[in-house]
């Protein structure tokens, strides 16, 4: 008798880890993680990286590159539109970013005085 329970018990264990590890599958994962800086990557049900991919996280807007890294201390150029993203990788919205410039409620860059970007392009370009 104890050892059918035993039995039962460990089947039962079993049975609710393996759920667990089904609900783990998708999500981000640290690749550069210091108390200064955060770069992500985020892994689909697929297992594959997301790239070129924005995400709601945390309450928070990530974008991920065509690398499947999140954007960190940059400005990012997504559809024709300029976002910045912090140390931790967090898309900013509504504030006047480190180098002065401002964006709105939806993160995009509010160009001021015929600004055509709010970073200079290299002498390469694009």
């Known amino acids: 008798m104890i050892k059918t329970k035993n039995i039962l018990l460990l089947t039962l264990l ?14 981000m994962s640290p690749l550069k993680y210091t108390k200064n800086e955060q770069i992500w990557y985020y892994i689909q049900d697929d297992d594959t990286r997301a790239k070129n991919q924005w995400r709601e996280i945390w309450d928070n807007w990530y974008y991920f590159g065509e690398d499947g890294e999140s954007k960190q201390n940059t400005w990012a150029d997504i559809d024709g539109k300029w976002y910045y993203f912090d140390q931790w990788s967090i898309m ?24 055509t970007a709010p970073v200079q392009e290299t002498a390469a370009g694009k």
């Open 14 to 27: 079993i049975s609710i880890l393996c759920s667990f590890t089904s609900f783990a599958k998708e999500g």
């Open 92 to 115: 900013q919205h509504d504030t006047t970013t480190p180098d002065g410039n401002t964006v709105g409620s939806d993160g995009v860059w509010i160009p001021t005085d015929g600004e």
